[in-house]
């Protein structure tokens, strides 16, 4: 798909709000004078995901400050190697704008660049910022910042999120049913990252979820998701009569009994564009579960044949 650069007006305002079109009396009215101000880059070195968007690389000025620090930045590829290939500007990610300002109330700023999402499967791509002018204050340190963009592709567990079209047979309308679901899953670093997926948006509530659990085997370069029965869905809804205020959690029904142990097994296509779910014996049944922890066999709803689209 060819990316095409973000265009901006010339007066655009920057981040913050700190910018705007000026003359040349207007900066020399507004600059910093203080000899004890230094700029640099928050960090050294950063890892942003392929798939962030936009991404917000932090300038800051540190020392004594009474008006408005400028930079320009450049942007070029680090070497390719073993471990990483060359990231390229407007290639493999946007910059907004390479002149920056920095306001002295905040005295931080941000480059921006919109990373590029493909559907290539590579090593960490990675290029380099560095300040190369500055206009009231002196360079510090971290002149420099080497980004890496972290790809998402290989890392299946991150290819899984994002939307989906879920069709399901419902199974007291006797029909074929379908709702725009998210997959979802946990931040690199936290608990349940590679392990554990919600699917939000079943039944066509948005606050209803599936839990989906991940499973990979490196090895054998194998893998597939479960939906565990017994996992929560829904709370909070009210039914009613014998039931009243309920929580929800998905059952497995097969021939006539609740399956409470194991879970409705699914596997991903090698593009990575459907969910099949290939047990067509085993329903998926939303229980209700009442406020003083009773478990019901009352349904809120009960599909099979399940099925995951891009």
Request: a negative charge; glycine letters at 8%; proline letters at 1%.
């Amino acid at each position: 798909m060819k990316i095409n650069k973000l265009a901006y007006a010339l007066c655009a305002v920057l981040t913050l709000g700190l910018a705007s079109c000026s003359n040349e009396n207007e900066w020399d009215e507004d600059a910093n004078t203080s000899s004890a101000t230094t700029v640099e880059f928050a960090d050294a070195q950063l890892t942003i995901k392929e798939n962030k968007g936009i991404a917000k690389i932090p300038v800051v000025c540190t020392g004594e400050q009474n008006g408005r620090v400028s930079i320009t930045v450049k942007c070029e590829p680090i070497a390719a190697s073993a471990d990483n290939e060359s990231a390229i500007e407007d290639t493999h990610y946007i910059v907004t704008s390479k002149t920056i300002n920095i306001g002295s109330e905040t005295q931080e700023a941000f480059v921006e660049i919109n990373t590029v999402d493909d559907a290539d499967i590579n090593t960490n791509r990675m290029f380099k910022i560095t300040i190369t002018e500055v206009n009231g204050a002196k360079l510090g340190t971290n002149a420099s910042c080497v980004v890496t963009l972290k790809d998402n592709d290989s890392a299946f567990y991150e290819k899984l999120q994002g939307k989906w079209k879920m069709t399901v047979y419902d199974y007291f309308d006797k029909v074929d049913v379908e709702w725009d679901v998210n997959i979802v899953g946990y931040d690199e670093g936290e608990e349940g990252y590679n392990k554990v997926l919600y699917i939000i948006g079943i039944n066509g509530v948005n606050y209803a979820e599936a839990q989906l659990n991940y499973y990979y085997d490196l090895t054998t370069k194998t893998g597939y998701v479960e939906i565990p029965f017994g996992s929560f869905c829904a709370e909070n809804l009210n039914f009613g009569g014998d039931y009243g205020v309920c929580s929800i959690y998905i059952y497995g029904v097969s021939g006539g009994y609740v399956v409470q142990d194991g879970g409705l097994v699914g596997n991903w296509s090698d593009d990575f564009n459907a969910i099949t779910f290939p047990d067509k014996d085993t329903r998926l049944h939303g229980l209700l579960r009442k406020a003083d922890g009773t478990q019901t066999t009352a349904s809120w709803f009960g599909f099979s044949d399940v099925r995951l689209e891009r």
